[in-house]
């Protein structure tokens, strides 16, 4: 009976390290992650529009807002730093940032947004020095977004409540610019 | 001395013994594994009147279980910044949202710049209907006078705000609050969300 027992404890440990290791390792293998789906479609350093619901599978991020338009940027600061700027309409907008990972790790909208239009620089600490060695004028109206990922994607959502507006927001996400020479 | 019970090996009893140790390791290891990232979304979240929040999901300090379930299905979180999405997979009475069924949606949401409201079918796509009727938002919603809404959700049209939707299995009902001071699981206790009342069930 007390072997019986000590055969069904080490087999309920045995569980809790399967458990705690397969769960931790679900990121790491999950063949649908974020990235990969946008990897697939978005070029690097540009803003590409896409639909919130949409019935070609690869291009389909779940859960984003069917009242909003995105685009959505895929970026990497190896090359350097990545500035995106956009002029968007005025209504409600917001632009978000995300690690390879695809964990938020900032976000923004317009109301908060000094300036009417989206001017953001998004590199590492280190980058930023050298940039602060000898900074360009225009550095103090440019929201400044230091990451330690190298690697990650921007999504800009636009609030489209009212269809009037929806030529001019598609003209503006068409037009945001998400580039590596940012100066 | 007291004597302590013995364990003579006996090797066909004790690969028998060891074989179900690892076989009901294994099991309820991966089931239960299983079974906590598929409810991944539940793990760390706040339930405000049978609405989920989720602050903390989508980004780096969320819980494993959470991690483990966006990495699965590739969604994104609205990042604090922007707002805060809440899911609703149950009525008011805790029965699971389904589109065989007719949902008054009615109340208030809490305070927010603007607020969309939309479903999400089986697989946690957008409702795909052939009215172009994709949600509701807080400028286009017609208010009582006391500034609450009334949405029903149905197959069949209705007069008042009508969200037609088609007779799938599942339903989930997304409440987006953007520009919102309501971001912190702390700050959302005493909120006060539209309640989903079911209806007539073909």
Redo the contacts between chains.
Sequence with gaps: MIRALLFAVGGVMLAGIIHIVSVLQVPAFAPQDTWSRIADIAPLDRFLRIRADTDDDAVHIPMLDPMMEHAVCRYSLEAGAVRMRATLPDTYWSVALYNRRGENIFSINDRAVATKDLDMLVLTPDQLAIIRENPPEELQDILIIETDDMQGFALLHVFNGDTTLTPEIHAGLDAARCEIRPF | MPSL?S?RIRPVRFVL??F???????????G??YL??ENGHLVDSVAISGWIASPNA???E?D??S??A??????????????L?LIAERDSAGNLLTGKCDYVIAGNTPPA??W?L?ILEDG???A?NPRGR??F?S??ILREADGSFRIVVSTSAKSGNWFPIRDTERLRM?L?L??TPVTSGSTMIELEMPTIERGACI
């Design positions: 019970p364990f013994e060891l179900g140790a690892i076989v009901l390791g294994v099991g309820l290891g991966l239960s594994a906590a990232v989508g980004t780096p969320a494993p279980y991690a483990a966006f990495a699965r299905t590739g969604e994104v979180a609205l990042g604090s910044g922007e707002g999405a710049r603007l969309t939309s946690w796509r957008s795909a994709v949600g938002h400028k286009d997304v987006r953007y520009d």
